[in-house]
């Protein structure tokens, strides 16, 4: 625990003037942001007796290690800037609202040449008018199912839209009348986005002009006896009535507003928000959060306008914000909020009327989401803390492990060998940090020397990151390991180290393969990448966020590590998994396998292995983290082994991308004809010089033909003449 008198500023050094502060620790990670309209007696409240601070602002002060701020002109621009720094740096005693689900959006993709009317999740895109969000897709489903009857827009996807005009027949929503089909030239692109507009602007609100449009030309045709077309019409005029009935009015005046609500209590705080379109409630959303710094009520409502309108722009700020408390000053945050939209905007809280009637609406709902929330984090926080607390009293460690990593380790009969390791903050995976090795040491089947080598290399950049930093030295003289850690063969740092397979650390293929984009993997398991909550609502631990920080805070990979390593395996893995800890000095992390026949738990160094209880939460625990490293693996194996059975002699060209692939291909029409062709031939294929011809001609040359195609139904030789380019990896048609 740090003393704030260790890193105070001195006395004039703080200017009297708005900012933005940040508090890091002693590893430089940002911990908390904040703004202050004088910096001066913002910072100096921090650093008084500790008796006097509330109880989260003194962890955050204790924790800290050294304040840094930047002097800004006016308190609207220390708002930006917070909201920015947030947004980068992720601190970890700062409220953030995160959405328990992606809220679904109604969306007209009104930036194609047809628009589409369908389903959107995530960030909004350019040019797409959107609607919402709701609480349930289904709910948007039903109003467009109803809607297209009257406007029937395009709702099919790409390719289905595409495969229609190339065959000249529309779909099925063509044929019964809820598509004016534009794939088949029904209706020309302008009478089609017309009818997207009329559809957006119902959506918006504009009702009652268009249904007494539809009553009239109802009575017209009715009066000139087209009582066919007089029927329809009535029926369009009810699925829009029954449309609007699902979004009753609540607000008179046709009023754009968002609605905000909070319900909390000293440890969490829940947010519901209503948005009004046109007198209606178009959405609602809703978020939960720790309450992790001294915040009031009117604290949580800033935080929530920031989460809400930081990224957004125009029309989708409304006119008027109604919350339960208004953050002091006010003045900097309407400025914001105008700024986002480009006109005015009102923020205050109802007194009376409809207004205040639907705020109490949406406060209820904020008590019921926190009451619910409550629940069920009561029972999950119980069941995986107990085990966290088995798993630490079978294996002996010091305290519950809060981070744990698996390693498991596939491949097909010794082919495409390669591991995974999977990452479990306080019981619950964070996806954002699995990762995939590819076994580049040696060739063929040894899981056992597989897993010393994703081991080694997973620790070694741990210690990389270690040493890039200046802890290394220091942690391995007072270390009780291994002597001459150090200079362990590939220690991380030393200049010339090598991986196992005697790469040099960071070469072209690196030591580990991050999942894409550090994503989450997508729809199964756990809903994203933020890490869970503590038993002592922390983010579980006293290391700040997992991942690696650089100078500026940033997180980065490898430099935070796990207290127990997890082996997909029996006594011999475990100690390969040991063996690799050992001989890189690391004595602070705790190994154990998993064997799948028994569900032993093998320690090394010990001759017989722990059995749980088979009731035991512990051992249900390590079964969950194994289980997802073996499926993370095996459809990483997969993956790997369908893209080499799709490979094709192009593949093997140095320096042959996909485009000049496609190109060959295409000039040729089949590989086999690019294997007759002459050098001057190939260089005749545009952006294709003579050494890439050259290349090009050597390997095919080398390669053995691909056997003739044959038709699997019919069974006959299908002549190269006829025969279409092959597939764009440059593989031979089957």
Known sequence: MADPSSYRPKPGQIPDSPGVYKFRDEHRRVIYVG?????????????????????????????AAAVEWTVVSTEVEALQLEYSWIKEFDPRFNVKYRDDKSYPSLAVTLNEEFPRVQVMR????KGVRYFGPYAHAWAIRETVDLMLRVFPVRTCSAGVFKRSAQIGRPCLLGYIGKCSAPCV??????????????????????????????????????EEMEYERAARLRDDIGALKRAMEKNAVVLADATDADLIAVAEDELEAAVQIFHVRGGRVRGQRGW??????????????????????????????????????VPEPSEPVIQWLAGRRGSRVDLRIPQRGDKKDLMETVQRNAQQALALHKTKRASDLTTRSRALEEIA??????????????????HLQGDDVVASMVVFEDGLPRKSE????????????????????VVSRRFRRYLQEKQRTG????????????????????????????????????GPHGPDEPHASHRPEGPEGPDGPDGPDGPDGSDGSDQGPSGPIDEEGRPKRFAYPPQLVVVDGGKPQVAAAQRALDELGVDDVAVCGLAKRLEEVWLPDEEDPVVLPRSSEGLYLLQRVRDEAHRFAITYQRSKRAKSLKAGPLDTVPGLGDSRKQALLKHFGSVKRLRAATVEQICEVPGVGRKTAETVAAALAGAAPAGPAVNTATGEIIEDESAGASSSNGGTRP
């Open 35 to 63: 703004k202050a309209k004088s910096l001066r007696q913002r910072l100096s409240s921090y650093f008084q007796d500790l008796a006097n601070l509330h109880p989260r602002t003194r962890t955050m002060v204790t924790t």
């Open 122 to 125: 995530g960030a909004k895109r």
């Open 185 to 222: 030239g029904r209706v020309t692109a302008e009478e089609h986005r017309q009818l997207a507009e009329e559809f957006c602007d119902f959506m918006a609100g504009r009702t009652g002009t268009y249904l007494r449009r539809l009553e009239q030309r109802m009575h017209e045709a009715a």
């Open 288 to 325: 939960v959060t720790d309450k992790v710094e001294a915040v009031d009520t009117a604290g949580l409502v800033e935080h929530a306008l920031q989460q809400l309108y930081g990224e957004e722009s125009g029309d989708a700020v409304p006119k008027e914000v109604l919350v339960p408390a």
């Open 393 to 410: 009293e079978a294996l002996g460690l010091d305290s519950a492990p809060l981070r744990v990593e698996c390693f498991d380790i596939s």
């Open 434 to 453: 699995y990762r995939r090795f590819q076994i580049k040491g040696f060739a063929g089947q040894d899981d056992v020397r597989s897993m010393h080598e």
């Open 471 to 506: 802890e290394w030295q220091e942690e391995v003289t007072g270390a009780s390991g291994v002597p001459g850690a150090a200079e362990a063969p590939g220690a991380a740092g030393t200049p010339g180290a090598t991986g196992t397979a005697g790469q040099p650390l960071g």
